[in-house]
């Protein structure tokens, strides 16, 4: 319209970022949202993504896909939740205990996506979540721990494009 300015275009945002570095750099944001090469790569050749929900409906997809080998893999990329500050020492000891029952039994490190528990509650529902799921066969639980590393990719890729952090926030 006459009379009206233009202002200049601000800074792209995180996923215009991300469309547009080279693949290289795009995979090394996405194994840390999910240590899966084949997730990564599939990810990063799918480029680019209109929005944050294609984004996350790719995500979702490509982790669908995870043999049981890629799993693994992710598997032994992730780290333990976080307890929230001031956690007594008994508790401690209790969800190490747990802890190793549960890697004992099914080989590899206990993950659940926390995303939407406040982090009062979150020792209870992590202790919850290992005692309800030693009752799994193995197979049943390379099924609930593909959802759960599923879930905290999408999480990941949700804050990374969203507030423009990367993928290796805590969840």
Known sequence: MPGQSRGRPGPPSPLEHFNAVPAEDAERTLL????SVRWALRMADHRPYPDLTSLLAASDEAAY?????????????ESLPALPE????AAHTALNAAYAA?????GHLFVIHLDEVPPEERLDRILEGIRSRLANDPEEERLVAAE??????????A???????????SH
């Open 32 to 35: 840390a949202c999910l240590n």
């Open 65 to 77: 896909d995870l043999t049981a080998a890629e799993l693994a893999q992710a598997l032994a990329a």
């Open 86 to 89: 001031g956690t007594y020492a």
């Open 102 to 106: 549960y890697e004992a039994k099914f």
């Open 148 to 157: 759960e590393l599923r879930r905290l990719a999408r999480g990941r890729l």
């Open 159 to 169: 804050d990374a494009f969203r507030d423009a952090g990367n993928c290796a926030a």
